[in-house]
């Protein structure tokens, strides 16, 4: 018996577990793409035998998108959705998802088309061999050269920080076990560090080539405003995550290292003084005292940091105008 059939067959009394495999895809005016992505993850769950829903999140869509989610809908019974009454961004849609599904197993993917739902089967038996997520490669991705180069520069940087080493971190198509989609809390634009999170949450994680086709409808929902806010993401996973069973050892670090550079330069300078020479105010000096005010900010902001550390920053809130 594999893990997802023991997890099906241990959970399916208590734990909500309704079906072997979960697919949650969040939407924004992807209508012309959803009759193909469904057929083709009916097709993917069909040659593994596995009972399967599919979930679509309609993150306040302008065109079809929930109604051709109906219409589906009513065609198979296996297809569910809800409809955000404004644009939320794709972490509120993850997470509206993963309090919906009932599968034993969760697989997210992009509503474009560009992953691959025949890749589902490998995707479930990687997570066999022992693992809790496996986050998709796009080995050969089908975008422009900047997205591909800025995406490669943000991968290293992130893999770094977190001390997961992914080399796509932000790839739309994984799998978890229902586990970690219990445990991962998703807020603001945190869906790029999805596997981060698991990973500093004490999950097994790694990652399988996939194949990446190019979008066969629309255009893209990214511009460059998600950079910026990519770099501001990985700096709140790091400090909130990485650091938060001490945040005074994070900005104490930072404070010792001030208070070592500006006492020093005070230190200087109370030696030329001690010494019989006359003070004038300089630059120097100046410095030295603001990096010592700033030392005593630094630990102040440690331990204040640890009197709140046990609380932690709720989900996105979401509220659903329609569902199917």
């Not at 992807?30 to 009972?51: D, G, H, K, T």
């Not at 076990?177 to 560090?193: A, D, I, K, P, S």
């Not at 511009?223 to 005074?248: E, I, W």
Request: glycine fraction near 10%.
């Amino acid at each position: 018996m594999s893990a997802r059939e023991r997890e099906t067959a241990d959970g399916a009394a208590g734990d909500g577990i309704t079906c072997d495999l979960s697919v949650v895809v969040p939407a924004y005016n992807e209508a012309e793409s959803l009759p193909e992505l469904v057929e083709r993850i009916a097709a993917a769950a069909a040659s593994r035998n596995l009972s399967w829903e599919v979930w679509i999140i309609d993150d306040g869509s302008t065109d079809d998108t929930f109604a051709v989610t109906e219409r589906l809908a009513r065609e198979r019974p296996q297809v569910h959705g809800l409809s955000f009454g404004r644009n939320l961004g794709k972490a509120a849609a993850l997470s509206a998802g993963f309090h919906e599904v009932g599968g034993a197993v969760v697989i997210t993917m992009d509503a474009d088309l560009q992953d691959d739902p025949a890749e589902i089967p490998a995707l479930l038996d990687r997570l066999d061999e022992g693992f809790d997520l496996v986050s998709g490669w796009k080995q050969k991705r089908r975008d422009s050269l900047v997205k591909n180069q800025t995406s490669k520069v943000f991968n290293w940087f992130a893999g770094r920080m977190c001390g997961l080493r992914l080399h796509d971190f932000n790839c739309g198509l994984k799998a978890y076990r229902r586990e970690v989609t219990r445990r991962v809390r998703l807020y603001g634009e945190m869906h790029r560090y999805v596997p981060a999170l698991a990973h500093l949450d004490g999950f097994r994680v790694t990652e399988l080539p996939v194949r990446h086709a190019a979008r066969k409808y629309g255009r893209t929902k990214y511009g460059m405003a998600r950079f910026v806010n990519g770099f501001l993401d990985l700096l709140t996973v790091y400090f909130l995550h990485a650091k938060r069973t001490s945040p005074l050892h994070f900005f104490g670090r930072m404070g010792l290292a001030c208070l070592a550079v500006g006492g020093g330069i005070s230190l200087y300078f109370l030696i030329w003084w001690l010494t019989g020479h006359g003070l004038r105010v300089r630059p120097t000096m100046v410095l030295g005292l603001v990096l010592i005010v700033m030392a005593l900010q630094f630990v102040s902001l440690g331990l204040i940091a640890e009197m709140i550390v046990a609380g932690r920053r709720p989900e996105t809130e979401y509220r659903v105008n329609r569902r199917v």
